[in-house]
């Protein structure tokens, strides 16, 4: 992250500039909620179309789909996260706090569900009270589907995107038609009752899941998973995160989950140290084995060139969509000295930047006001952008610079006689005078070259 971030300094941008707010805010919030203002949710689909660009559109052995949030509670039983999906919780029995035990130990690292550590917990961290016994929590909501509330009834929200993909692992295969290896990837929402929601948008009760299920022949499964872990960390240098803030860590068997052979995690290094970003599975075919033995389908695969039916072995990359906002933002968050002023700054990726061009009339003088508007009307059908003729220029500038804008265009009194608008770059500041006729082929050169 950037040594000036603090996660103080950027829960108060997100509030000011509006974008993440705290979920139902006006009624008290309620933990592990949050809900993204109008810059917020232009960063957040940019943060998708960006992995969907690279993980979809410019590979040819990967295909999008969209699964529904409630499945049959049946898929629960088979992945195991009836079972096994739960926490370690403890209550202090003299202020009453409660807490992930594995968290206590300080052993585990953040966002993982570890259980072993349970057991040595013994103090409150808080108060030194005495500890509860840890039990067991199943992180999964629960719901019930059509009036009546029984246990035939009982339904679950996914708490991952993966086993909707898992479910239609044969679908796809026969529509699209695809040999191995096949990947199949989604974005969606999962749901997770974590006991100790936190640090900001990091550990959320409701959050977003960019995940890809990648079919392969066991054998190559390795291979493959090394390509993986390269693809992913790649992409997050591309998008311009400091090498020095992100790593690639092999879990130790001891954190693998119950599905997994083995499995990298995409780090990043947050305020409160090492934390995973992004899981990159080997699932083997444990989900496609327990999904056929539960359901009684075929999900087997023919392989040609063994004359053999197989069963996938699956490479999982699974990403956050909102704790990879949140380490966009740390990372790009800057604050520099100019002429005896702070200036804040993002400096996100271009592409990920919620507003690309700004239009900034010098002043709201009439005679500015309709070229102004005009030129507005060439940008915006390109780019999202803002038109702001509030305050100075120089504060103008500045509110563009702390949400990341990477380009201004301002409209001044030599515009009239000149027909050119000035450029004013985010990170430089430097400034270019273009005639508004090459506008918009200058702001393309600047905002789509790599
Ligand atoms: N399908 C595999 C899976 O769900 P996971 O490690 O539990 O694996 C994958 O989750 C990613 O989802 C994590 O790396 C993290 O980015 C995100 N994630 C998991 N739990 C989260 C939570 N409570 N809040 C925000 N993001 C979360």
Not at 51 to 65: I, L, N, S
Not at 346 to 364: G, W, Y
Not at 367 to 394: C, N, T
């Amino acid at each position: 992250m950037s040594t000036k971030a603090t996660v103080e300094k950027l829960v108060s941008l997100c509030k000011r500039r509006g974008l993440v707010f705290q979920g139902s805010e006006i009624y008290g919030g309620i933990g592990g909620f949050w809900d993204y203002g109008p810059l917020g949710v232009e960063l957040k689909n940019n943060i998708k179309q960006a992995w969907w660009r690279a993980v979809v559109q410019e590979r040819d052995d990967v295909v999008g789909q969209d699964a529904a949030i409630v499945m049959n509670p049946t898929v629960w039983r088979a992945s195991g996260h009836l079972d096994t999906f739960a926490d370690p919780m403890v209550d202090c029995k003299e202020c009453k706090k409660r807490f992930r035990a594995d968290d206590l130990v300080g052993a585990v690292p953040a966002g993982t569900h570890g259980h072993e550590a349970a057991a040595k917990v013994s103090r409150c961290p808080e108060c030194g009270g005495e500890l509860t016994e840890p039990r067991m929590f199943n992180l999964m909501f629960r719901t019930y589907v059509g009036p009546v509330e029984d246990d035939a009834s009982t339904a679950y929200l996914r708490p991952e995107t993966a086993q909707g993909i898992f479910v239609n692992f044969a679908n796809v295969l026969t529509t699209t038609r695809k040999k191995l290896p096949l990947g199949i990837a989604q974005i969606g929402k999962a749901f997770r009752n974590e006991i100790t929601p936190g640090n900001f948008i990091f550990r959320d009760r409701e959050f977003e899941q960019m995940e890809i299920e990648y079919f392969v022949k066991p054998g190559t499964d390795e291979q493959w998973h090394q390509h993986w872990v390269e693809e992913r960390y790649n992409w997050y240098l591309g998008l311009g995160m400091r090498k020095e803030n992100v790593r690639v860590r092999q879990l130790d068997r001891e954190e693998l989950a119950h599905y997994a052979k083995d499995t990298y995690e995409v780090e990043y290094l947050f305020p409160m140290g090492w934390s995973e970003l992004e899981g990159i599975a080997n699932r083997t075919d444990f989900d496609l084995r327990r999904h056929a033995e539960f359901s009684g389908r075929d999900l087997t695969y023919f392989d040609e060139e063994s004359g053999e039916h197989i069963i996938p072995y699956v490479i999982e990359p699974s990403a956050g969509v909102d704790r990879l906002l949140m380490a966009f933002l740390m990372d790009a968050y800057d604050e520099e000295e100019v002429r005896g002023e702070t200036r804040v700054i993002l400096r996100l990726h271009k592409d990920l930047a919620p507003i690309k061009v700004a239009v900034l009339p010098l002043s709201r003088h009439e005679k500015l006001v309709p070229p102004a508007r005009e030129v507005w009307g060439l940008v915006r059908k390109h780019w999202m952008s803002q038109y702001d003729d509030a305050q100075s220029i120089g504060r103008r500038y500045r509110r563009q610079d702390e949400v990341g804008t990477p380009l201004c265009v301002t409209v001044d009194f030599d515009t009239l006689e000149d027909e050119a608008v000035t450029i004013r770059e985010r990170d430089s500041m430097e400034q270019v005078r273009v005639p508004i006729a090459g506008l918009v082929a200058a702001l393309r050169e600047r905002l789509e070259t790599a």
